[in-house]
């Protein structure tokens, strides 16, 4: 059973540049979330949806990010313009919640490295 | 402000030892708390936690919470090189089952042959 896939991997990019990055969750997850990691903040969370809607995005940075869920099986998260101070590990996880019964286990991807130049 | 921090930041020690991990938290709304481990790549779930006093236990890893005196923490009995990690406590603050997940910064552990 495939896993969280995010895309790409690794993207390296200058100032002002426009960047998206990509995300399958779990088939069968009714929740998505985007995680930013730096060595300074360590794991933050940037939002997250439940069956497809945002639910809190109180952690996106600016008006500079954004995120879209168009359906169950795929998420973008959105920098335009990107700035050095973006560059991190942008984690993306899934998580099937239930009503009444959540284990709070999150699987994630294996994150999109951002360098901003 | 919800704040999840955890102890020692980094720590070395040597195959056979054990090791305490601590976390505390300060939450409005605690739901449950979780150990994950990060190696080089993408986090992956140790134990969820929910009840003070109840120990988990995995193998070599074992946890136990104290919502009383607000931690947790991780042991890792007779240490081996592939316990070399960052091993990352959250906290589920959210009363509204939605799985929001706050982070600590994370322990990084190091063992040495």
């Known amino acids: 059973d495939a896993g969280v896939i995010q895309s790409p991997r690794h993207e390296v990019t200058e100032m002002g540049q426009e960047v998206t990055l990509r995300c399958k969750p779990i088939?069968?997850?009714?929740?998505l979330f985007w995680y930013r990691q730096t060595m300074m903040r360590g794991l933050e969370l940037l939002i997250y949806f439940n069956n497809n809607v945002p639910i809190d995005d109180s952690g996106m940075p600016e008006d500079r990010f954004s995120a879209k869920m168009p359906n169950a099986s795929f998420s973008t998260l959105k920098i335009q313009p990107s700035e050095p101070r973006d560059s991190a590990v942008y984690f993306c996880?899934?998580?099937?919640?239930?009503?009444?019964?959540?284990?709070?286990?999150?699987?994630f991807g294996e994150g999109s490295r951002l360098t901003v130049l | 402000e919800d704040k999840v921090v955890q102890s020692p930041l980094s720590l070395v020690v040597h195959e056979g030892d054990t090791v305490t991990l601590n976390c505390s938290y300060e939450v409005t709304n605690f739901r449950s708390l979780l150990w994950y481990k990060q190696e080089k790549k993408a986090p992956t779930f140790l134990f969820m936690l929910?009840?003070?006093?109840i120990e988990k236990k995995s193998g070599r890893l074992s946890s136990i919470l104290d919502k009383k005196e607000l931690f947790s923490i991780l042991n890792i009995t007779a240490t081996q090189t592939g316990d070399s990690a960052v091993y990352l406590c959250a906290v589920n603050v959210t009363p509204s089952n939605t799985g929001k997940l706050i982070f600590g910064q994370g322990t990084t552990l190091q063992v040495k042959p």
């Open positions: 996880a899934s998580s099937l919640i239930l009503t009444g019964q959540n284990t709070g286990e999150l699987f």
């Open positions: 929910t009840s003070s006093g």
């Open positions: 088939s069968g997850h009714n929740s």
